[in-house]
């Protein structure tokens, strides 16, 4: 059995350590588990011109990627302009639409004013002509009945218009907001 002063090996402060000369296997050992390198001008050139090949190369992608990224951006820029533009040509043909809209309900209103003004007159000299009370009533009650009757077919008629008109005006504006909803589709999709 081996004492424990022999098991143990001894111990040396750094400063006697490098007074001895080391022994061949001692490099050995060390050169075989460290990797050393020799600094000779013909490395350092090469490792600059290995650097500086990097280097160029990592521009050169750098320079690659921010061309692409600008491009895309322009692309997005007349995407976004394009899509706008049609937004606004959906408004300009919206408001088009309501002008003349608004141009035929103009026409029907004079037009039925014109009616309710003839009609009046000619309801004027008919009350004119009248000879007895009972008459009077008779002319007047009809008069009546037919203007009710005018009126409820005139709203039909304007409800129904107003109706169409509204669909006509809200038709663009609803195209296009299909169509950017079907951009914003295809962009999550992708």
């Given at each position: 059995m081996a004492t424990p002063a022999k098991a143990s090996a001894k111990r040396t402060s750094p400063s006697k350590a490098a007074a001895k000369p080391a022994k061949t296997s001692d490099v050995a050992i060390?050169?075989?588990?460290?990797?050393?390198?020799?600094?000779?001008?013909?490395?350092?050139?090469?490792?600059a011109q290995d650097f500086g090949a990097k280097a160029t190369e990592m521009l050169h992608d750098l320079s690659t990627k921010a061309k692409a990224a600008f491009e895309k951006t322009g692309e997005f820029s007349k995407e976004a302009t394009e899509f706008h533009k049609a937004n606004l040509e959906a408004?300009?043909?919206?408001?088009?639409l309501a002008a003349k809209g608004l141009q035929d309900v103009a026409q029907h209103g004079a037009e039925v004013?014109?009616?309710r003004w003839e009609a009046a007159t000619a309801h004027a000299k008919t009350l004119a002509a009248v000879t007895s009370p009972t008459e009077f009533m008779s002319v007047q009650g009809d008069y009546l009945r037919k203007q009710f009757d005018a009126a409820v077919a005139d709203f039909s008629k304007s409800t129904e218009f107003?109706?169409?008109?509204?669909?006509?005006?809200?038709?663009?504006?609803?195209n296009r907001y299909a169509a950017a909803a079907e951009q914003v589709?295809?962009?999550?999709?992708?």
């Open positions: 060390a050169a075989a588990g460290e990797r050393t390198w020799t600094m000779t001008e013909e490395t350092v050139k090469q490792t408004v300009v043909e919206s408001g088009k004013g014109k009616a107003y109706m169409k008109l509204a669909g006509e005006i809200v038709a663009p504006v609803q589709k295809a962009r999550f999709a992708a």
